[in-house]
C-alpha cells in the first residue's frame, strides 16, 4: 500500500487563536518582547495590508499602522492548541505527529476511502477548520516533505508517481533548506527543486553540507522521514466511593489524606508536580461540588496540600451527605528530584505557600514581585510579574550602583553641571555633603519612551548632610535638575 501523508500548515494560528477568544474587528497583531524591543510574533490580513511583517519592531509597525491593537503573545498557549488540534485530527487517522510550531502531518494511509477518497477529505478538513475561524493550507503525497512543500508552497494533491513533477517547480525552500543554502544555490543559478535534482550528486554532496541531499531524497521518497505521534497524556486522577455517605469536616479531610496521598505518589513516579488541583465532592442528591487550588509552586506534598485545601473544604454543603470524592491534577509541570536541608525547604515553602493562599483569594496572578529587564534606562530596566509564574532574583545585574526607590523625576532648583550645594527637596532644605559623579545616560532611540524623548541625563549619587543619599540628574540639553530615587 503506498504511503500516503497530509501536511497541514497554519499560517496564522497564534493570531487566530487569539482572535478567536476575544474578537477584534480592526488591524491586529501579537508581540513578543525579543532582542531589547517589542516585535510583531503574529498578524493578521488586515494588518498585513499595511505592510506590517513578522519580526518587525511595533514602534515601526506603528508608524505605518497608528490604529494597530496588539496584545502579548502566548508561545505556550498556542502550543497547547496546536495539541488539541492534532487530538481533533485523529478523527481522519490515528497517526498524528506535531510539525514545528504551526503545523500537522496526518498519516493517511489506508484510511481515506472510509470519506470517499484523498479529495473529498481534504475538502471537509478544510471546511472544518474554516467553520472553526483557522486559516489551514493542505498538502497530500506520498512523503512528509513533499506533503509539506505543496502546503507551504502549492496546495493540492501529489499522485504517487508525480511527486518530482509537482514539488520540481517551486523553489528550494520547498525542501526545508536553510535561508544561507537557498541564497548560496540561487547565486549559481540553481532556483527550483527541479534544477537541484539535476545537478550531479556528487557535485552537491561535495559542496554543500549532506542536509542538501538528505532533504532531497526525504521529499523524493528516497531515505524514510517518520512521523512521530502525539503520546497520550497521563491523567492524573484519583477517587474514591464511600459506601456510607459522609458530612463531618474530619471524615471529608481523612478521605481528602487518602486521595492525595495516591495522587503524589503517582506524581513522584512521573517526575512532576501539580499546579492547579481540582476536588470534587458528590453528594447523594447527585449535585456536585468543587474546591479549587492553585499552587504558587509545582508541588507533590501531600501534608501540606492536605493544609491548604482545609480552607476551601470547611466551605462546602455537605447536604444530605458525600458518598464519592475525586481529586485531580488539572495543571502539572515538570518536577525533578531536588535534595534540600531542612532549613533551606521550610524557608522556600513557607513562601510558596503564603503566595498559594493569598493567591486563592485575590487571584496568583495579582500577587507581583519584581523582575530585572535588560535596558540601561532606569524607568525600564525593572517590571512586574505574577510571583507564582517566575523565581526570585537573588542579585540584579547592574553594573553601577541603583537606587532602592525609584521615582518619577522631580525637579529642584539648581545651576549648572554640578550638584547643587543647597536645594529643597519635598519641603526639607538639604546641604550636599558628597557628590559622585556624572554617569552620563542617553535616551534608546528605537523605544517609544516620551519621557527621555529630549535628550541624554547625566547621573550624579548625592549625600546630603541631613541623611539622604540621593539619586539626581541633569539634563544639558536644556539645563536642569531633577531626583529621580533614594538610596536605602
Not at 98 to 118: K, N, P, Q, V, Y
Request: hydrophobic fraction near 40%; aromatic fraction near 8%.
Amino acid at each position: 500500500m503506498q504511503r500516503r501523508i497530509v501536511s497541514l500548515w497554519f499560517p496564522r494560528l497564534a493570531a487566530e487563536r487569539s482572535q478567536r477568544a476575544n474578537p477584534v474587528d480592526a488591524p491586529f497583531a501579537l508581540t513578543l518582547f525579543d532582542r531589547n524591543s517589542e516585535r510583531i510574533y503574529d498578524l493578521c490580513p488586515r494588518a498585513e495590508d499595511f505592510g506590517l511583517q513578522r519580526g518587525m519592531t511595533l514602534v515601526h509597525a506603528r508608524s505605518f499602522c497608528p490604529s494597530l491593537l496588539t496584545r502579548p503573545a502566548d508561545p505556550e498557549a498556542d502550543q497547547r492548541f496546536l495539541r488539541l488540534l492534532a487530538r481533533w485530527a485523529t478523527r481522519y487517522c490515528p497517526w498524528v505527529g506535531l510539525d514545528g510550531r504551526d503545523g500537522l502531518f496526518m498519516d493517511i494511509t489506508g484510511s481515506a476511502h472510509l470519506l470517499g477518497g484523498e479529495e473529498p477529505l481534504l475538502d471537509d478538513v478544510r471546511a472544518r477548520l474554516t467553520r472553526a475561524g483557522l486559516t489551514a493550507r493542505l498538502g497530500l503525497a506520498g512523503t512528509p516533505g513533499a506533503a509539506w512543500a505543496l502546503s507551504h508552497f502549492a496546495e493540492g494533491i501529489a499522485k504517487p508517481d508525480e511527486t518530482l513533477a509537482r514539488i520540481g517547480p517551486l523553489p528550494l525552500a520547498a525542501l526545508r533548506l536553510s535561508q544561507e543554502i537557498c541564497t548560496n544555490l540561487e547565486r549559481l543559478g540553481i532556483a527550483t527543486v527541479s534544477e537541484l535534482y539535476n545537478l550531479p550528486r556528487a557535485t552537491i554532496a561535495r559542496r554543500y553540507d549532506q542536509s542538501v541531499l538528505r532533504h532531497l531524497d526525504q521529499a523524493l521518497g528516497a531515505i524514510g522521514e517518520q512521523i512521530s505521534p502525539l503520546k497520550d497524556e497521563q491523567n492524573f486522577a484519583v477517587r474514591i466511593t464511600l459506601p456510607d455517605p459522609i458530612g463531618l469536616l474530619d471524615d471529608v479531610m481523612a478521605g481528602t489524606r487518602r486521595l492525595l496521598n495516591h495522587l503524589c505518589a503517582r506524581l513522584d513516579t512521573a517526575q512532576k508536580g501539580a499546579r492547579l488541583l481540582k476536588l470534587t465532592f458528590r453528594r447523594v442528591d447527585q449535585e456536585n461540588q468543587s474546591v479549587e487550588l492553585r499552587l504558587a509552586r509545582p508541588m507533590r506534598d501531600a501534608e501540606r496540600m492536605l493544609a491548604l485545601f482545609e480552607r476551601g473544604v470547611s466551605a462546602v454543603d455537605a447536604g444530605y451527605g458525600i458518598d464519592m470524592i475525586r481529586l485531580e491534577a488539572v495543571q502539572i509541570e515538570e518536577l525533578g528530584m531536588r535534595q534540600l536541608d531542612r532549613a533551606q525547604g521550610r524557608e522556600k515553602d513557607s513562601l510558596a505557600d503564603l503566595i498559594t493562599q493569598l493567591g486563592n483569594r485575590v487571584g496568583l496572578e495579582n500577587i507581583l514581585r519584581f523582575a530585572p529587564v535588560d535596558s540601561h534606562i532606569p524607568e525600564c530596566s525593572f517590571k512586574l510579574v505574577p510571583a507564582a509564574y517566575s523565581n526570585p532574583v537573588r542579585s540584579w545585574p547592574s553594573r553601577r550602583p541603583r537606587p532602592l526607590r525609584l521615582f518619577p523625576p522631580e525637579p529642584i532648583l539648581g545651576d549648572g553641571p554640578q550638584p547643587p550645594a543647597r536645594f529643597r527637596w519635598r519641603g526639607r532644605s538639604l546641604t550636599t555633603a558628597e557628590a559622585e559623579g556624572p554617569e552620563r545616560i542617553t535616551p534608546a532611540w528605537w523605544e517609544d519612551n516620551d519621557s527621555w524623548a529630549h535628550g541624554l541625563r547625566d547621573y550624579w549619587r548625592v549625600g546630603t548632610r541631613q541623611g539622604q543619599r540621593l539619586w539626581l540628574f541633569h539634563t544639558p540639553q536644556n539645563p536642569g535638575w531633577f531626583v529621580q530615587g533614594e538610596f536605602g
